[in-house]
Nanobody, 119 residues
Framework: VQLQASGGGLVQPGGSLRLSCAVS????????MAWYRQAPGKQRELVAA??????NYADSVKGRFTISRDNAKNTVYLQMNSLKPEDTAVHYC???????????????WGQGTLVTVSS
């Protein structure tokens, strides 16, 4: 099982980006999915999570970011609007996946995609 994140880049303050993270490989079920980020010199923090029909967001991104998923494609997205310089960070996707009926579910991580917000 692999998670492939994409969509990062350089954007001006106030701009938008859409991150995608696709799960590949054989899976039995994918439970919660989430996006985390880690800025230089800081700890990794939860940005947004989606599980079933529920979502939750860090206070710092509420009203600006939207997490969604396409179950048929086993892909999670993060639409980021009104970006600020403080959103600059490596963004990581996370998914809780059960590979088969015989396995316990566990967390998998994508490789990270850099978002830079700067004029």
């Amino acid at each position: 099982v692999q998670l492939q994140a994409s969509g990062g880049g350089l954007v001006q303050p106030g701009g938008s980006l859409r991150l995608s993270c696709a799960v590949s490989g054989s899976t039995f079920s994918t439970n919660g999915m989430a996006w985390y980020r880690q800025a230089p010199g800081k700890q990794r923090e939860l940005v947004a999570a989606i599980s079933g029909g529920s979502t939750n967001y860090a206070d710092s991104v509420k009203g600006r970011f939207t997490i969604s998923r396409d179950n048929a494609k086993n892909t999670v997205y993060l639409q980021m609007n009104s970006l600020k310089p403080e959103d600059t960070a490596v963004h990581y996707c996370n998914a809780n996946i059960r590979r088969s009926m015989a396995d316990w579910s566990r967390d998998y991580w994508g490789q990270g995609t850099l978002v830079t917000v700067s004029s």
